[in-house]
């Protein structure tokens, strides 16, 4: 497979990267301690064209590849290894796409260049208080009444809550049609969280301070046809369909924070010195050097995998679906453990230095965590998707 990237893809790495490294990689202490990403910053992603990479032209955004936002989600983990800024990058990034693949004119045409231009939030609110790997139990349920769907329910551990609320924007949402059905009654659709009857609360988290997560409850809040995504009772596909996206942009970030940390250790192993010789001389650290920056090199090799078949796809190429979930439930299944683990070592060899603030180190350990506990969805839930689409949907442990 070929993972060289397109001189276009270069020239975005760079400008990317150099934004990121004046505009994010300074701040990013205060991202954290403030719980803000401050507005000027989105807006200047907005402007380099990185909230909208995928979004077409015609929309406001770049028209670019999966294997683009893969880059940037890489460039964002690194300078910000809270995750509060790629998770933002990649709901907005992974959800618009789907959005803009599978919603309808009018919806593309209201919501898409604010999104693309940093002036409003787009999430996605699957979870409910039962639980958020099984899709097919939720509660939360949307009636017909004319061309509208009355919804009502509580989904919870929802990012961007306060951020949509103040800027403007809301989520995708998974809804039950029809109880009947399972998971083929359940619709998508997009719900502004600013829609009478919606009210939210913030949750305390431990990790990714920047970036809200809440819960929101609904009460017969009005969800308009327009705002349908792709086909009535057809939502749990067209989740899985942008899980695909979100969980490949997901370990791109984890990828890049991996990196980070690597490099963060690299430089202090280098110049500590320990028993007369610097720590990178002893093997019980260079060896545990040497192997993490393998691991890290073959996830990234995963992630990008992931990236060019999912762009093979969507440039209509005959990629079989099986294929796309198994590396993308792959990246997910490997790069948040394997950041952690990075960060874990790296903190090691820093000794107590690690466990002050005067390192990064514990804020992309916090927000790392997220990802391993389930956000985007939880590690067994990958094992099932690859046990599904190798050894057979008959294999599955609920049928
Ligand atoms: C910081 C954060 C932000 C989040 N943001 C969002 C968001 O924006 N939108 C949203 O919808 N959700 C969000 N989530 C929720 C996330 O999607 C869920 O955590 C995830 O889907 C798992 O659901 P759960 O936490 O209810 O765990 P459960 O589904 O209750 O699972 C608990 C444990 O059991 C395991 N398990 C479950 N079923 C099986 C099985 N069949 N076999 C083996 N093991 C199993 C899981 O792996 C997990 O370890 C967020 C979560 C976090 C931590």
Redesign the pocket.
């Known amino acids: 497979m070929d993972f060289s990237l397109s001189d276009e893809e270069q020239l975005f790495q760079k400008t990317v990267h150099d934004f990121l490294k004046d505009n994010l990689a300074p701040i990013a202490r205060d991202i954290d301690n403030d719980h803000r990403i401050p507005e000027k910053l989105l807006h200047g992603m907005g402007e380099i064209g990185l909230l909208g990479a995928t979004i077409p032209e015609k929309y406001g955004g770049q028209g670019g590849s999966i294997t683009m936002a893969t880059l940037g989600a890489m460039e964002i983990g690194a300078a910000d290894p809270s995750m509060a800024t790629a998770?933002y990058y990649l709901?907005v990034t992974g959800w618009s796409h789907l959005a803009s693949k599978l919603g309808t004119e009018e919806l593309r045409q209201s919501l898409l260049p604010k999104v693309a231009a940093g002036r409003e939030f787009l999430?996605?609110?699957?979870?409910e208080p039962g639980?958020?790997?099984?899709l097919a139990a939720m509660k939360t349920n949307a009636k017909r009444e004319g061309k509208r769907l009355i919804l009502n329910g509580e989904?919870?551990?929802?990012?961007?809550v306060s951020e949509a609320k103040r800027m403007g924007g809301g989520?995708l949402t998974l809804m039950k049609t029809d109880p009947s059905l399972k998971h083929k009654g359940l619709t998508f659709a997009y719900v502004p969280i600013n829609s009478k009857g919606i009210e939210t609360t913030v949750l305390e988290?431990m990790?990714?301070m920047g970036i809200s997560?809440g819960i929101v409850s609904y009460r017969d809040v009005d969800v308009v046809k327009e705002n349908i995504i792709g086909e009535y009772n057809r939502g749990f596909f067209h989740a899985m369909a942008g899980f695909n996206y979100a969980r490949t942009l997901v370990s791109a970030a984890c990828v890049g924070a991996a990196q980070w940390a690597l490099e963060v250790g690299a430089e202090y192993i280098k110049r500590r010195s320990a028993f007369g010789s610097t720590l990178a001389r002893y093997e019980g650290v260079s060896f545990e050097f040497a192997d993490l920056a393998v691991q890290v090199e073959m996830v990234r090799n995963q992630v990008m995998k992931a990236a060019t078949l999912l762009d093979a796809y969507d440039s209509g190429k005959n990629v079989p679906m099986k294929d796309i979930n198994i590396a993308v439930s792959a990246s997910k299944l490997t790069a948040p453990p394997l950041a952690l683990d990075t960060i874990k070592k790296v903190m090691m060899w820093h000794g107590a230095l690690s466990y002050t603030k005067d390192t990064y180190l514990e804020m992309a350990m916090r927000g790392i965590l997220?990802y391993v506990?389930?956000?985007?969805?939880?590690?067994?839930?990958m094992?099932?998707v690859i046990v599904r689409d190798l050894l057979g949907p008959e294999f599955l442990?609920?049928r």
């Open positions: 998770v709901l999430g996605i609110a699957t979870t639980g958020g790997s099984d989904k919870i551990y929802i990012s961007g989520h988290n990790g990714r997560t997220s506990v389930g956000a985007e969805g939880a590690l067994n839930i094992r099932l442990p609920y």
